[in-house]
């Protein structure tokens, strides 16, 4: 459970970088978030091997749903309900 919750909070290292490009936050958020994001690739060497297999087969999943959803302008962000 542990692995979990340090992957989850390695996680807002994507955010970080967003805040300094879209929002023009300082540098070291940037910086911050970079460093955060190489963590959050280490967090996975904490794991067995069945373990992250199970974890690349979810994410792929999602990425994959994602951009089919992504093709079709109707199921994006900007749909106005």
Request: proline letters at 2%.
């Given at each position: 459970?542990?692995?979990?919750l ?5 996680e807002?290292g ?6 300094w490009?879209r ?10 978030g ?14 067995d ?5 199970d974890?690349?087969n979810?994410?792929w999943?999602?990425?994959c ?17």
């Amino acid at each position: 459970m542990g692995i979990f919750l340090l992957a989850g909070s390695c996680e807002r290292g994507g955010y970080l970088i967003r805040l300094w490009i879209r929002e023009g936050q300082p540098l070291w958020y940037g910086i911050a978030g970079g460093i955060i994001l190489v963590l959050y690739g280490m967090v996975a060497t904490f794991t067995d091997s069945q373990f992250c297999e199970d974890i690349c087969n979810l994410w792929w999943n999602f990425h994959c749903s994602v951009f089919i959803m992504g093709l079709d302008n109707r199921w994006g962000p900007t749909r106005q309900v």
